[in-house]
């Protein structure tokens, strides 16, 4: 088809530079997903579903939150949420895609400056491409870019708000950002801070509350959670001060022009948070699991990073997808990542631990690996 021609070169582009992507169906041990705590496939939680259906909870909410769309499970959902991580009040979206494109388009404004990680998820790209306000990159995890950057604004006449944008815990490199030092960097220059706890929520933290939860309720933080990673569910919480929260349901468009969540996924969010609170048990067996995985995958190269995504840095993008396809032959769900999901020249494995697998499946993973590098 000639209109779709240039598409068509587009993708054959990326098949001669081996980055092209397909979907593939899951098989073997779980080892890509970001269902950390196993709560996907929870009887509680299924059952936490069921119970709602029965007392009359629908599955689609028929329009917007501003119209017709805005359910009871809506609203206790985001009261919980606000209690449960401490802040002023939590709004819910679809997705952390939609959230994060929704904070950085939508509350920084015109003679605003944005200052993100480089290594910050793609939907605050996106957040930062569609805002009236001026965004710049630091480099990754490195405070002193960051207020380097600041400065620079500054000293060129810059008079704005500054909006700092950074993940608690990165989801390829698997390493934890320094919050304690941008909360200062934050407070020395009057800025809000705005930290996606994607893959944090429900893993670190008390009642798994994340690696920000003693920063939840402070008038200059607010904070991004999905419910769709260690949760199990869909969905993300936006938490922060109530003006914030307002000023997304009265102009974020990414919130006003989509149809409700469902309100059966808000009532399983609900669960979701009590399973956090009641089922510590669950994040000590991922932190054991997680070092275990340390010990065996750490002499094959994968970086020990204290967290559940351990990369394995190959590279290249061919042998990458090369040895991840030989680890799935071998019963192993793991998937190669390529550019431009992660920098150029570092293609790798990611391994993500999950209680979706035990330490045998990991030992197994190990000698796989083994195998499969050689």
């Known amino acids: ?44 939680l299924r059952q936490a579903m069921t119970d709602a259906l029965a007392r009359g909870v629908p599955l689609g909410s028929g329009g917007s939150r501003l119209l017709r ?43 605003d400056l944005i200052v993100a990680d480089a290594l910050i998820h793609a939907s605050s790209h ?116 109530a003006i914030a929260c307002d000023f997304l349901v009265n102009r974020g468009r990414a919130f006003i022009f989509s149809t409700a969540p469902s309100p059966l996924m808000a009532a399983g969010v609900r669960a979701a948070l009590q399973l956090l609170r009641g089922e510590p048990e669950r994040r000590a067996r991922l932190k054991a699991l997680v070092a275990h995985a340390e010990t065996v995958l750490a002499p094959l190269g994968a970086v020990a990073t204290g967290s559940q995504i351990l990369p394995v840095i190959l590279g290249e993008d061919e042998r990458t997808m090369t040895v991840a396809a030989r680890l799935q032959e071998a019963g192993f769900d793991v998937r190669g990542i390529r550019p431009p999901t992660v920098p150029s020249g570092t293609s790798r494995l990611r391994i993500s631990l999950t209680l979706n697998v035990e330490e045998a499946a990991v030992t197994a993973l190990a000698d796989a690996v083994r195998e499969a590098l050689a």
């Not at 985001?78 to 939609?98: K, V």
């Open 126 to 241: 996106e957040g930062m491409r569609l805002s009236r306000a001026e965004s710049r990159i630091a480099a990754h995890n490195d405070v002193d870019a960051f207020e380097s950057s600041i400065a620079g604004w500054r000293r060129d006449g810059g008079r704005g708000t500054v909006w700092i944008a950074v993940e608690s815990l990165y989801s390829m490199e698997g390493d934890l950002a320094p919050l304690g030092d941008f909360v200062a960097l934050a407070d020395r220059h009057n800025a809000m801070l705005i930290i996606d706890e994607a893959h944090a929520t429900g893993v670190f933290g008390p009642n798994g509350r994340g690696l920000a939860a003693h920063l939840d309720g402070q008038d200059n933080v607010i904070t991004m959670r999905t419910c769709g990673k260690a949760m199990g569910c869909e969905g993300a919480l936006v938490c922060g001060p």
């Open 69 to 111: 769309g805005n359910h009871a499970e809506h609203e206790a959902l985001e009261h919980e949420a606000a209690a449960f991580f401490g802040s002023e009040a939590a709004l819910f979206f679809s997705s952390g895609y939609a959230a994060n494109a929704a904070l950085l388009s939508t509350l920084p404004q015109r003679g």
């Open 1 to 44: 088809m000639t209109i779709l021609a240039m598409h068509a070169r587009d993708l054959d582009a990326l098949s001669r530079q081996n980055r092209r992507r397909r979907l593939i169906p899951r098989a073997g041990f779980d080892f890509s997903s970001n269902d950390y705590l196993g709560l996907a496939s929870s009887p509680r």
